[in-house]
């Protein structure tokens, strides 16, 4: 089970750090990713980081604003985003891969945190 956290409203040029925390003890197994949707938009690929936290992949937009991390022994993901745009205003959620890479597959869904980016 996944649940995310950690959204909230903030000013343009901001910053959040969104937190997956995951329940279950192999989590090491997992490769985690975070997803936004905004209302009306589809779903898309933010960033994944594999099992090690060794390789990450970041989607062009958000690329040198948003790093994404791990932490195996608190079974916690994390996505800490800067200098933040009202363009990334969405519904934020962290997905799971067993075994996959920070590419996925993405199979595992957890419920959204909302970020607001105000200008």
């Known amino acids: 089970q996944l649940q995310a956290y950690g959204g909230g409203l903030v000013q343009a040029g901001g910053s959040l750090r969104l937190s997956c925390a995951a329940s279950?003890?192999?989590?090491?197994?997992?490769?985690m990713g975070w997803f936004r949707q905004a209302p009306g938009m589809e779903r898309e690929f933010v960033a994944g980081?594999?099992?090690?936290?060794?390789?990450?992949h970041y989607a062009d937009s958000v690329k040198d604003r948003f790093t994404i991390s791990r932490d195996n022994a608190k079974n916690t993901a994390y996505l800490q985003m800067n200098s933040l745009k009202p363009e990334d205003t969405a519904v934020y959620l962290c997905a799971a891969s067993l075994w996959g890479s920070e590419l996925g597959p993405w199979k595992l869904w957890g419920q959204g945190t909302q970020v607001t980016v105000s200008s």
């Open positions: 279950g003890r192999t989590f090491s197994s997992y490769a």
């Open positions: 980081i594999d099992w090690s936290g060794s390789r990450a």
